[in-house]
T-cell receptor
C-alpha cells in the first residue's frame, strides 16, 4: 500500500515564524503536491513537483516555498507565517504516468498561526 | 486557468441513488477524477474518466461528456457510510505541465 506521511497532525506557530511541513512517500512516486484545504474552498494547489529538484507554482504559491532534495520527500516552507495561513495542509503523491493518475494523500497537518 | 462547479450540499435517503454533477471550464483537458473525503480524513481516489461514457466500480459510477465539459458521480444503494464530501478534479495541461485542479466539494448527507 502507498503510504504518505506528514510530519505533524497538529501544529501551532506564532506570526512571523518560519514553518516547515514535511511529507514523505514510500512508493517511489515521481509527482508530489502540496494543497491547502479551507471550508468552502476545496483543495487548492500550492506547489507541485514532478522530479527531484524540480518545483512548479500552483494556484496559490504566495507566502510559500518548497524543497525537493530527494524523490521521496517534499517539504513546504512558510517563510514568515501569517494568520491567514491557518489551514489544513495536505500532501499527495502520484505516479508520473498511469491509467488513472490517482493521487494518494497524507493525513494532513492542521496548522494554526496565532 | 481551470474552474469547476459542483453543488455544495446534497441530501439523500439510505438505499436511494444520488447523482453529483460537476461542470468544468478548462483548456488542455485530459480527464476528470472523483475523490471522497470523510470528516477528519484524507481524500481518497474513487474514479478517473479520460474518455466519454460511464465507468462503473461497484456501487459507484462516474460519467464524462467531454463535449459538454460535464461529468457526474453516481452513487447507488446509498449507505450511511457514504456520508462524506465528494470532490471532482480536472487534470489538464497548464504551462506545459499536467496539473490537477479540485472543485470545492459536495457534502453528501445520507439520512435513514
Amino acid at each position: 500500500d502507498v503510504k504518505v506521511t506528514q510530519s505533524s497532525r497538529y501544529l501551532v506557530k506564532r506570526t512571523g515564524e518560519k514553518v516547515f511541513l514535511e511529507c514523505v512517500q514510500d512508493m517511489d512516486h515521481e509527482n508530489m503536491f502540496w494543497y491547502r484545504q479551507d471550508p468552502g474552498l476545496g483543495l487548492r494547489l500550492i506547489y507541485f513537483s514532478y522530479d527531484v529538484k524540480m518545483k512548479e507554482k500552483g494556484d496559490i504559491p504566495e507566502g510559500y516555498s518548497v524543497s525537493r532534495e530527494k524523490k521521496e520527500r517534499f517539504s513546504l516552507i512558510l517563510e514568515s507565517a501569517s494568520t491567514n495561513q491557518t489551514s489544513m495542509y495536505l500532501c499527495a503523491s502520484s505516479l508520473a504516468v498511469g491509467s488513472s493518475y490517482e493521487q494518494y494523500f497524507g493525513p494532513g497537518t492542521r496548522l494554526t498561526v496565532t | 486557468g481551470q474552474s469547476l462547479e459542483q453543488p455544495s450540499e446534497v441530501t439523500a435517503v439510505e438505499g436511494a441513488i444520488v447523482q453529483i454533477n460537476c461542470t468544468y471550464q478548462t483548456s488542455g483537458f485530459y480527464g476528470l477524477s472523483w475523490y471522497q473525503q470523510h470528516d477528519g480524513g484524507a481524500p481518497t481516489f474513487l474514479s478517473y474518466n479520460a474518455l466519454d461514457g460511464l465507468e462503473e466500480t461497484g456501487r459507484f459510477s462516474s460519467f464524462l461528456s467531454r463535449s459538454d465539459s460535464y461529468g457526474y458521480l453516481l452513487l447507488q444503494e446509498l449507505q450511511m457510510k457514504d456520508s462524506a464530501s465528494y470532490f471532482c478534479a480536472v487534470r489538464a495541461n497548464s504551462g506545459g505541465y499536467q496539473k490537477v485542479t479540485f472543485g470545492t466539494g459536495t457534502k453528501l448527507q445520507v439520512i435513514p
